[in-house]
């Protein structure tokens, strides 16, 4: 059955993807665009790796968006606002809200007044929050070394710098795209 994804964006705009499965349970990309086979392995690959972590998240207690709320305010260089976290992993501010807040009951993020912003706190994590973090990490890591022991680590590595240069070459796309509607 097709798969149609349509954006504001002209170039966009009604990207189908008819990828079906054999009979083996590959895909048949023969036909289809590299940009269409390219979004239909992303596509599985999160998946996948949604797969591989969820043993290690569940631990957590936290769903998958509070997590990675959680490593976002953890890992901030200084401490993040609900709208930076949203703007810098492409989610809608809201649904960052909903985590945080949820984060904030559970005691595992504070949120502080920010004196650059009247409405904008910043969040902060506890040392509880930061704990959880942590051992999710570590438990994280086991997998991973578990799985890179069974690939070619440089392939991984090659792939990250492959994927980063894409998520930046797309996000200057919706920079520099007119657009007729708000961006």
Known sequence: MPVTISSDRPALTNLTLRCQTDTGGG??????SDFARFNDEV?????????LFEPSQTETGLNEMELTV?????????PPTVAQIGRSLGHPRQVVQ??????????LITSEPNPEHRRA???????RGAAI?????????????????????????????????????IE??????????PC
């Open 133 to 169: 973090k942590a051992n999710n990490e570590a438990r994280a890591q086991r997998i991973a070394a578990d799985l890179l022991s069974r690939m070619d680590a440089g392939m991984i590595a090659t792939a990250a710098d492959h994927l980063s240069a894409i998520r930046l070459t």
């Open 98 to 107: 909903r985590a945080a807040h949820r984060l904030v009951d559970l005691a």
């Open 43 to 51: 596509a599985r690959l999160r998946g996948r790796l949604r797969e």
């Open 172 to 181: 200057t796309y919706l920079k520099d795209e007119p657009c007729d509607d």
């Open 70 to 78: 959680l490593t976002a305010v953890v890992n901030a260089s200084r």
């Open 27 to 32: 895909v048949d990309h023969k036909g289809f």
């Open 121 to 127: 706190s910043l969040l902060l994590p506890t040392s």
